[in-house]
């Protein structure tokens, strides 16, 4: 009798999904760059806790920091950050501090940047890093208009946490815009000497007989009834040029020479 047959070896299980990638981190290219700046004050800071996880720019100019030890290698990783407090004409200090660091900025866009700056050791010979071999760049002069790019890396591919600090000139403290000064309320105009014809104000002629009831001039038979405007109570008052009177004392015709004399 035939052999009986092996039995068929249990199914393999699946293969897992896969795990799912992970975002980008800030600072990791770019478009991706970190929000750097503060337009509330002249000096702001940045604690980046690893420069190592971005790409860096497509190449750098050696001939903008020679002699500084600027290296460019950024084969480890670099990381970026977007100048957000652009001040047009006032001087920006830029410092990394932390390691032996490497840093540039340029200017443009992602997709053509130029570059403006770069630095490798300078900030020793000012000695404000706890560390040495910190970067300095003191040359950047803000344009309108201009986007900037600060990219943070180390020397031949280093790596590390560093702290950035941009400072610009004392003299951009942003101050607050004065408050409008409120325009000054005409005063009265002078009131004509006595016994001189009435002005003419606000259009009426008050010495052929018009009146101003607060929104025209007319006779006292096409003003009535009065309305009330100014300062006059125009259903008892009136207005004659010079100040609000009784209208029972203003239509009362004036005493004749001879009753004048006679009292």
């Known amino acids: 009798p035939a052999s009986p047959s092996p039995p068929k070896p249990p199914p393999a299980s699946p293969a897992p999904p896969p795990s799912p990638s992970s975002p980008p981190l800030p600072g990791s290219s770019c478009e991706l760059a970190h929000s750097f700046g503060d337009s509330s004050t002249n000096t702001f800071s940045l604690d980046v806790s690893d420069t190592s996880v971005g790409v860096g720019p497509p190449g750098y ?3 903008l920091c020679s002699g500084t030890w600027f290296s460019g290698v950024d084969e480890n990783g670099v ?13 920006l200090d830029l410092t990394a501090c932390g390691f032996d660091t490497d840093l540039s900025i340029f200017r443009g866009s992602c997709d053509s940047l130029e570059q403006v700056a770069c630095d490798g050791d300078s900030l020793d010979d000012e000695g404000s890093c706890s560390v040495s071999y910190g970067s300095l760049i003191d040359t950047v002069l803000p344009e309108a208009g201009v986007q900037y790019y600060i990219v943070l890396g180390g020397f031949n591919g280093d790596t590390g946490t560093a702290t950035l600090t941009g400072t610009y000139a004392a003299s951009s403290s942003p101050s607050p815009p004065p408050s409008p000064s409120p325009s000054p309320s005409p005063g009265p ?3 004509p000497p006595p016994g001189e014809p009435l002005p003419i104000c606000n259009g009426c002629n008050f010495a052929a007989g018009e009146y101003w009831n607060g929104v025209t001039c007319g006779t006292l038979e096409e003003l009535l009834p009065p309305r009330i405007c100014t300062a006059c109570d125009y259903p008892t008052e009136v207005w004659n040029g010079q100040a609000c009177v009784l209208l029972s004392d203003y239509v009362s015709p004036p005493a004749s020479a001879g009753q004048a004399d006679s009292l």
Do not use: A, C, E, Q
């Open 189 to 191: 105009g002078p009131s």
């Open 61 to 63: 100019d050696f001939s």
């Open 79 to 91: 990381y970026w950050l977007k100048l957000d407090d652009v001040r047009p004409g006032v001087s």
